[in-house]
């Protein structure tokens, strides 16, 4: 991907991790390593988050899961989209017969939510948005 030169990336990553019963703190450490080698590059990173899906992790490890994404774009001060499946997961006409990929009416209701973010990103030209 750096190959390519973005400008901007959108990080949203992790949910398999939690689905799979990784320690939240891994995926917190592959994000964080992330977001310091694309910043390193002059990218800017809009970091969208995910929720632990209940019952998968314990309720400690899944408020650690949740709490991750906001810690990174407060540590990083990152533009931040909360949930990146906001209004789509759990609605069945935006997904796919498994319950939880977006389909393609899901696909345009995320790219509704995150449009105004990356576009006031790709207007300021900053780091952070």
């Not at 709490?67 to 989209?81: D, T």
């Not at 796919?96 to 939510?113: A, C, T, Y």
């Given at each position: 991907m750096l190959a390519l030169q973005p400008g901007l990336v959108i990080l949203e990553l992790g949910c398999n991790d939690m689905l799979n019963g990784l320690d939240p703190k891994l995926a917190e450490s592959h994000l964080e390593e992330m977001i310091v080698e694309l910043r390193s590059k002059g990218i800017r990173v809009l970091l969208a988050g995910m929720r632990a899906k209940p019952g998968m992790l314990g309720v400690a490890d899944e408020q650690r899961?949740?709490?991750?994404?906001?810690?990174?774009?407060?540590?990083?001060?990152?533009?931040?989209?909360?949930?990146?499946?906001?209004?789509?997961?759990?609605?069945?006409e935006l997904v796919?017969?498994?319950?939880?990929?977006?389909?393609?009416?899901?696909?345009?209701?995320?790219?509704?939510?995150v449009a105004p973010i990356v576009e006031r990103m790709l207007d300021s030209g900053s780091l952070s948005g």
């Open positions: 899961f949740d709490a991750l994404f906001p810690a990174l774009a407060a540590r990083y001060a990152l533009p931040f989209y909360p949930y990146f499946l906001q209004d789509v997961l759990g609605n069945p796919l017969w498994g319950g939880v990929h977006p389909n393609s009416k899901g696909v345009r209701r995320i790219v509704d939510g």
